[in-house]
């Protein structure tokens, strides 16, 4: 009772924290620079309006409920000894450090890939995916909108991967900083990647804004989180993924706001 009442405030803080701070980052570095760059990398015309600010906010601090109770559950799981999340990087190195923290990025987003896909089934959309997809103009806010049951598969991860490789607690705060922060970034409402209008440059294999962008505007398409592999073996990519990020790039060379079906 005691780790409760000074453990989980902490974890609590931490995760909304993690989620406002991103979120608020993200939507202020656009806002910033709106009318000297992102105002010609708008992906949709329509924008999103203040119901929806409202949903996506209190359902994804709702998400941040689910993650920090799983969050209060590890670390009890971890304390004693069922997994192994450790400290001192004497223990196994930095070159384990950082294989195993690009091993998890990897598996994650796997892990994603055919969980969200399975999400978008008909008997398990309802119940599990509804709500996100009511965001059909993304915002960085919408980067948590779960239901609970989503929230819960999305978390289930974390435990699961350290039930079988062992992660110093650095790596494993890394990597949910780096989940929240590419989860925001492809919900931003606008193009935040370099793209150049080639596909599979630099950056091809990294998925762009307009990648999950098009998964809200066309959920039967563009399942991946980070990479576009699993898309591309898989057929799931958006037949007009390309041509998009093209006209994204095109309309940022001329200065001229994208609008969604101009491909």
Not at 169 to 184: M, S, Y
Not at 221 to 248: C, I, K
């Amino acid at each position: 009772m005691s780790e409760f009442s000074t453990v989980f405030p902490i974890i609590v803080s931490v995760e909304i924290g993690r989620y406002l701070v991103t979120a608020a980052l993200v939507s202020l570095i656009v806002w910033a620079f709106w009318s000297v760059y992102f105002n010609a990398r708008k992906i949709q015309a329509r924008a999103a309006g203040a119901s929806d600010y409202r949903r996506e906010i209190f359902t994804s601090l709702r998400t941040t409920l689910v993650f920090s109770s799983t969050g209060f559950g590890t670390y009890l799981a971890a304390k004693s000894g069922w997994l192994t999340v450790y400290q001192d990087f004497a223990v196994r190195g930095w070159s384990y450090f950082a294989l195993t923290l690009l091993a998890m990025i990897v598996a994650h987003d796997a892990y994603f890939y055919w969980t969200h896909r399975a999400m978008h089934r008909p008997r398990l959309f309802r119940l599990f995916h509804r709500t996100h997809h009511k965001s059909k103009t993304p915002t960085p806010w919408s980067a948590y909108a779960f239901d609970v049951p989503e929230a819960i598969v999305m978390v289930a991860f974390v435990p699961l991967w350290l039930a079988f490789v062992p992660m110093h607690d650095l790596a494993v705060f890394t990597f949910v900083t780096w989940q929240i922060l590419r989860n925001v970034m492809g919900h931003a409402g606008v193009e935040l990647s370099p793209v150049s209008g080639r596909p599979s440059q630099l950056f091809g294999w990294l998925n762009t804004t307009t990648h999950h962008d098009l998964h809200h505007q066309d959920s039967r398409s563009n399942f991946g989180l980070y990479f576009s592999w699993w898309d591309r073996a898989m057929g799931t990519e958006h037949p007009d993924y390309q041509a998009r990020v093209a006209d994204v790039a095109k309309c940022a060379r001329l200065a001229e706001p994208y609008e969604a079906g101009n491909a």
